[in-house]
């Protein structure tokens, strides 16, 4: 697979005020129904999803057109009692007016690491057709590993990784000979790489200096920062498609054209991973971020 049908598209927008550098807020439904029409026909044929993400299902199940998309949602993360795993995917299958999904990922691992038997009942619903592929959405490369020794094998993987986060780059040839799909999310980092530096600076404490190599790299590439981003994605070969949240038609449709700038960042890959790296989980996992209020 290659070229714009390993893009995926990101609804967290869809349902709620995401991301860091997100001026828009929630998208009203008939951006959202442009930015499906586009997405539609330049073959972006993967949406993420989750229960989570406030209305997102919901604006999504009123696109006329949705089926001929492949829907990855996320069961909600879920507290002490024991729920009707069942009644929660008859529950977003109900939002999203499907009667099925492609992938259905636990969206906090730990859920089904402190419950293993979960992965079961969701394994019924899957040989029941309603789901095609059961996955797990990851934070540390050693959830993997953990569901691994449990016995649990994941069609489908959704793992952070960008430009700044590698920190699963050694393990993904080991996923990938698994068969696993592997699905990347954060490529922008919700959007701090596109903050000046003295809002990162609030944000974090000091400045990342991988954010302001990266800008040096795109610059003397003579590429945007975003495109450099997407391009970083598009040249690791493990990765089944990359997940990105958008803001606004018209930022969708830039992004659409980093296939563009490969050739030029493809020669110095390697290099610019070694140099923009951001081994800093604080910086690099965004559920540790304190913006200041």
């Not at 009942?121 to 040989?127: G, R, S």
């Not at 000091?206 to 450099?228: K, M």
């Not at 990105?244 to 930022?251: H, P, R």
């Amino acid at each position: 697979m290659s070229g714009l049908h390993r893009l995926g598209l990101g609804t967290a927008q869809f349902g709620l005020p995401y991301g860091i550098s997100n001026v828009h807020g929630q998208l009203a439904a008939p951006t959202v129904f442009s930015i499906l029409d586009r997405a539609r026909s330049e073959g972006v044929g993967l949406l993420d999803t989750a229960a989570a993400y406030g209305a997102s299902e919901s604006v999504l199940g009123q696109y006329p057109q949705l089926d001929q998309f492949r829907i990855v949602t996320k069961l909600r993360p879920l507290n002490t009692s024991a729920p009707d795993l069942q009644k929660e995917l008859q529950a977003s299958l109900g939002r999203l007016q499907q009667p099925s999904v492609y992938g259905y990922l636990f969206h906090r691992t730990e859920d089904v690491l402190e419950q293993p038997h979960r992965w079961q009942t969701l394994q019924t619903l899957k040989a029941n057709g309603l789901i095609a592929k059961l996955g797990l959405s990851v934070y540390a490369p050693e959830q993997i590993e953990a569901a691994w020794s449990l016995n649990i094998e994941p069609d489908l993987l959704q793992i952070p990784y960008s430009l700044f986060d590698q920190r699963f780059e050694a393990l993904l040839p080991v996923v990938a000979e698994k068969g696993v799909e592997i699905h990347a999310r954060s490529v922008f980092l919700q959007g701090a790489p596109f903050l000046s530096a003295t809002q990162r600076q609030d944000l974090f404490g000091y400045d990342p200096p991988g954010f302001g190599i990266a800008a040096g790299w795109a610059h003397r590439l003579g590429v945007s920062l975003p495109h450099l981003l997407l391009a970083s994605a598009a040249l690791n070969p493990y990765i089944h498609h990359f997940v990105i949240g958008v803001d606004s038609l018209a930022s969708f449709t830039l992004n659409l054209a980093y296939e563009g700038v490969l050739s030029k960042v493809a020669p110095v890959v390697e290099e610019l991973k070694l140099s923009a790296r951001i081994a800093d989980t604080a910086v690099v996992l965004p559920i540790h971020w304190k913006p200041k209020r």
